[in-house]
């Protein structure tokens, strides 16, 4: 709702949709660009200490035809539910079947906010499309589940990161998709893929510089591995899984960018958005002083 920022030449202001409008519209989304926020004023959802949640596991053989279901149902759910999805070899989970520890799955994250029941009814068509290998649906703490992945991603690996936004998971997409999972250069490697949608997209495109709020999914191309000698075969796996999924995408999201060049921070925004980005950086840190980030240069005149 509102927030207090250090600019470049050392000045405290805030901003809102009243005081300093320009910079509270460039902030949410422009992606460190404009000053140090030192406090943040939210509206919050209240959740409760408790949430439905857990993961689905199917197997790599039924792939095809469950990301052929996923795509559509997902996009059916209320607000509450949040259902993702993970091409990873499966952890050592105890939910999940012992035989399949180590080998290629297809994993099914989920949250539902709302009655257990109604969580439970909406997850089944999930559960029944393909055979279920593992299922760690229940009540869960949700700081826990905020942390139940992080075990996975222990410091000290060697990670690179690719992303496209997705218009659609299309049949040759996931052909691509099934292509490329079989190609993991590591049990580490991972091809996640979040539904967007729901609230975030009946936000106005120009309200603030996020201008990506359509697209219905986001395609993450996690590579990890240990050793140094392995840097060239894993990067190449996914800067190639990234070049043949472009046709399927449009636009990026400016946090799951690295180090990939100017044009391809400006994908992170609609043109309109960028020319008012840019507007925001020329009133606010002309000597482009906040540039160790996806940078919007100011126009020198």
């Known amino acids: ?31 460190g660009n404009f000053g140090i926020v030192t406090e943040f004023q939210f509206t919050c959802v ?21 990301i052929k279901f996923h795509r559509e149902y997902v996009r059916e759910m209320p607000d509450d539910m949040t259902i993702w999805m993970v091409i990873r070899h499966a952890p050592p989970l105890p939910f999940i079947q012992e035989e399949m520890h180590g080998k290629l799955v297809v994993i099914i994250p989920f949250v539902w906010l709302g009655a257990p029941d109604k969580g439970k009814e909406l997850m089944q068509p999930i559960r029944e499309n393909s055979e279920t290998i593992g299922d760690g649906s229940g009540m869960h703490p949700y700081v826990a589940w905020q942390a139940a992945f992080d075990g996975l991603v222990p410091h000290g690996a060697r990670n690179y990161w690719k992303s496209h936004h997705l218009t659609s998971l299309s049949d040759e997409c996931i052909d691509v998709l099934r292509e490329y999972s079989l190609k993991m250069p590591t049990t580490e490697c991972e091809i996640f893929i979040p539904h967007m949608e729901g609230a975030i997209s009946r936000i106005p495109v120009d309200a603030t510089a996020f201008s990506h709020r359509t697209t219905p999914f986001v395609l993450n191309i996690h590579t990890r591995w240990q050793s140094p000698s392995d840097d060239n075969r894993c990067q190449a796996w ?56 996806q940078n919007i240069k100011p126009e020198k005149t």
Do not use: C
Not at 46 to 63: L, N, Q
């Open 238 to 293: 996914a800067k190639e899984l990234h070049d043949v999924t472009k046709p399927f995408s449009h636009g990026v999201y400016v946090n799951f960018l690295s180090n990939e060049g100017e044009e391809r921070v400006r994908q992170a925004y609609s043109e309109e958005a960028w020319a008012r980005l840019v507007n925001a950086k020329n009133k606010w840190d002309s000597e482009n002083f906040f540039r160790i980030n």
């Open 46 to 66: 209240e959740v409760g200490t408790m949430i439905y949640s857990g993961a689905i596991v199917k197997r790599i053989e039924d792939m095809k035809s469950y």
């Open 1 to 31: 709702m509102s927030v207090e920022l250090v600019t470049a030449d050392g000045r405290v202001v805030h901003a809102s949709e009243t005081e300093n409008s320009d910079l509270y519209w460039a902030v949410r989304g422009g992606g």
